[in-house]
């Protein structure tokens, strides 16, 4: 049965009654999609007790459009994890993970000047942050992160590294639609006619030849690109379409073989 804790010291009695059993952990800002799944379902198998927060995280906005814009399908969400055998839900309250505002933060470090870094000032800091938060309130075995985000993850696993958190971060790889298109809660956003044209932006990661090439293909389609680069062995793309950003990777290899 799945149990859902509105406030933490609800849930802080909770964690201690589960000492001794594996804990797996997915963080989630909610709108909940196949891509959320599979880290829950990954995490089923490689854990006694599956633990998921839902939690839209305002310090990670640098645009408050873009936060009250952002989905929230609380039900549908709760739904979705009551049927995939999720065992406890944490839904907390701003006031609750930010006791005394944002005075406390993660600064990010070496790879905050490129990307997403660079792209939207602050995001790195107020995701990491939260992630700490909720790493420390949870203290889960392993905490499972897709690829699509994947400064986000490389971020996060320097984190948990630097600061000796006793917690796996768990790689899995990004869930696509048959066309190519990423999963991702922005893509509840577009247009049925914008989300079909959405799925350029794999396939101009996937067929250029090179990062300009790949800008190319993806201004011609009516995009406004933000950053094409390569870092880290991928190739990273973020790009508006009809006013949603969308992000995107692919291994390097991936994208010169193609």
């Not at 709760?78 to 006031?95: D, K, M, N």
Request: proline share 6%.
């Amino acid at each position: 049965m799945t149990q859902v804790w509105n406030t933490l010291p609800e849930w802080l009695d909770r964690r201690r009654a589960l000492s001794g059993r594996t804990i797996g952990f997915v963080p989630t800002m909610g709108a909940l999609h196949r891509g959320h799944a599979s880290l829950v379902e990954r995490c089923r198998r490689e854990n006694e007790i599956v633990v998921v927060s839902i939690f839209v995280n305002p310090s990670q906005f640098n645009n408050p459009k873009d936060l009250e814009r952002y989905p929230r399908t609380l039900e549908s969400d709760l739904a979705l994890l009551r049927s995939l055998g999720t065992h406890e839900v944490i839904v907390p309250g701003g006031s609750e993970l930010y006791p005394n505002g944002y005075c406390f933060r993660v600064e990010p470090g070496c790879r905050s000047s490129v990307m997403e870094g660079a792209s939207r000032p602050g995001y790195l800091q107020g995701m990491l942050t939260v992630v700490l938060k909720l790493l420390n309130i949870v203290r889960p075995d392993r905490a499972y992160f897709g690829e699509k985000d994947y400064q986000q993850l490389k971020s996060i696993a320097d984190m948990v590294q630097e600061f000796f958190i006793p917690t796996e971060i768990v790689p899995c790889p990004t869930v696509r639609e048959d066309s190519g298109l990423a999963e991702s809660s922005r893509n509840m956003l577009l247009s049925p006619e914008a989300k079909q044209k959405a799925a350029h932006l794999f396939r101009a990661l996937t067929t250029a030849r090179e990062p300009a090439e790949a800008r190319a293909q993806l201004e011609a389609q009516g995009f406004v690109v933000d950053y094409v680069e390569e870092h880290w062995g991928r190739r990273f793309a973020a790009a508006f379409l009809d006013g949603v950003r969308l992000i995107d990777n692919v291994p390097v290899d991936y994208a010169s073989n193609s």
